[in-house]
């Protein structure tokens, strides 16, 4: 089972340079997400969607850009990267509601923005 | 606005010992409750998940209570080994919304 897949692993970007950071899961699940976690600070959630054609915000949306076309991939865009940009990107999914509603995490996507 | 907290931050227990980790969340009105542990470098893995409508999950030496009242949960790790150094996070799911909140975690260590 592949589960959650992120890619790429590690990037290094310069100030105003855009990506994209590809998640994909291969469970059918309806919820996807993003987050970021930063030292001290835990995790904090970027955008989420509960299914394809839906988006919305979490807590800290500024800076990023996402799109469900499809039930399966969940990109997650930066648009002019900035050096407070610099963090750990984790992608998870679950479903959204049910007693199997357990949420999986990607392994993570390190980015430097220089 | 669901406000998650861990303490202690940090812990060091020597192998053996019976350990508690604590999780609080301001806003009662939760859907579920999950516990993950993260190894330096990685994801996170899910170690228990509490519904609303539970008191507590058991899973081998791990057992998570929720009390939804006091805007508590505790994982209590038994015998702990070494094996069991990692960050442990707690996260509440509202009830009408699909967030995920977090706490900022208890990095464990568990010395030989």
């Known amino acids: 089972n592949a589960g959650v897949t992120q890619t790429p692993k590690f990037q290094v970007l310069k100030t105003g340079q855009s990506m994209t950071l590809q998640c994909a899961q291969d469970?059918?699940?309806?919820?996807m997400s993003w987050y970021r976690q930063d030292p001290g600070m835990g995790l904090r959630l970027i955008h989420y969607?509960?299914?394809?054609?839906?988006?919305d915000q979490g807590e800290v949306p500024n800076g990023y850009n996402v799109s469900r076309s499809t039930t399966e991939d969940f990109p997650l865009r930066l648009l002019s990267a900035a050096p407070s940009q610099t963090s750990v990107y984790f992608c998870?999914?679950?479903?959204?509601?049910?007693?199997?509603?357990?949420?999986?995490f990607g392994e993570g996507s390190w980015l430097t923005v220089v | 606005k669901q406000e998650v907290t861990q303490i202690p931050a940090a812990l060091s227990v020597p192998e053996g010992e019976n350990l508690v980790l604590n999780c609080s969340f301001t806003?009662?009105?939760?859907?579920?409750l999950q516990w993950f542990r993260q190894d330096p470098g990685k994801g996170l893995t899910s170690l228990l998940l509490?519904?609303?409508?539970?008191r507590e999950q058991t899973s081998g030496r791990l057992n998570a209570s929720l009390d939804k009242s006091s805007g508590r949960s505790t994982l209590y790790i038994a015998a702990s080994q070494p094996g069991d150094s990692a960050t442990y996070l707690c996260?509440?799911?509202?009830?009408?919304?699909?967030?995920?909140?977090f706490g900022s975690g208890t990095r464990l260590l568990v010395r030989p």
């Open positions: 806003d009662s009105a939760i859907y579920n």
């Open positions: 469970m059918n699940h309806e919820y």
């Open positions: 996260a509440a799911r509202g009830d009408s919304s699909y967030k995920l909140i």
């Open positions: 998870a999914s679950s479903y959204s509601r049910g007693t199997g509603n357990t949420i999986y």
């Open positions: 969607s509960v299914g394809a054609g839906i988006t």
């Open positions: 509490i519904q609303s409508s539970q």
